[in-house]
């Protein structure tokens, strides 16, 4: 435990010397100060305003940019080590690869959720001074949201980063898989149901495989809860799971998938070449 508390505290002061990590914290908390400036409270969408038209329009930022900003600042943790000598550095010293890999992966987490929860406490300080109405179960089922998907992300950044031997490759990667997420909300989604004829529920399960478009569904149901805005896939996911049962599922299995990612990622790491 001593090792892997000092790997985390070593890792944290790199990250917070790191340029990536200002403009993260930049992005994320500015954010939110720009729609409190823009007055994104006092507008109105399917009948929410104040804080939670705030929370709506952040999440959905969120879906679309924090999972490569995860991704482009982990795919680089252990093979930017391995390239630049570093890792040989810390083999020589009484750490483990247990206490090397998840101090790496613990304080990434720590570093990338901390600017989102103090951006969303900031948010609520705010909307307190000005009157405004705190839906405390939003911001609480957003923050675990967050959470969850970070970790996610991290996991799949950390295999990236255990599995390849250059860094420009780790980072096309990251890309590659980024885009693919994407397009698989909705445009292929779409194309097979249209193209091939698929069964409805086998098409939604495999869409449901994706993190981002179960994060993305997670964060409209909360507003919508009918989820008019996917069309009628929402008669099958509602149907299976239930609000209370996708709410549920929406944080628990991108968490899920990032322990399954790490842990693969880990024994990748241990198995492979270290140096």
Known sequence: MKALSSMIMTDIR???????????????????????????????????????????????????????????????????DRESNILEYFLSMPISLGAYFWGKLLSKFVMVFLPILLALTGAVIWGTIQGLSIPWGLVSYYSMMLASVSWCFLGIG????????QQE???????????????????????????????????????????????????????DPELSAIGPASYVILDFFGKTGYLIFAVVYPMVLGWFCSWVGFQVFKRGDLI
Do not use: H
Not at 158 to 165: K, Q
Not at 208 to 223: E, K, M, S
């Open 14 to 80: 790199e990250t917070m010397r790191a340029k990536w990590f200002l403009l993260y914290c930049i992005m994320f908390g500015g954010a939110i100060i720009l729609l409190f400036a823009f007055g994104i409270t006092e507008s109105q969408v399917l009948g929410f305003t104040g804080l939670t038209r705030l929370l709506i329009t952040y999440i959905q930022l969120c879906i679309a940019v924090l999972p490569i900003f995860i991704l482009i600042s982990t795919v680089r943790s252990v093979v930017g």
């Open 158 to 165: 950390m295999l990236i980063s255990s599995s390849v031997r």
């Open 169 to 223: 490759f780790a980072l096309g990667l990251s890309f590659f898989i980024w885009l693919l997420l994407l397009l698989f909300i909705d445009i292929i989604m779409i194309g097979i149901l249209m193209q091939r004829q698929f069964p409805e529920s086998l098409v939604i399960g495999l869409a449901l495989v994706n993190p981002v478009q179960v994060f993305r569904t997670g964060a409209i149901l909360l507003f």
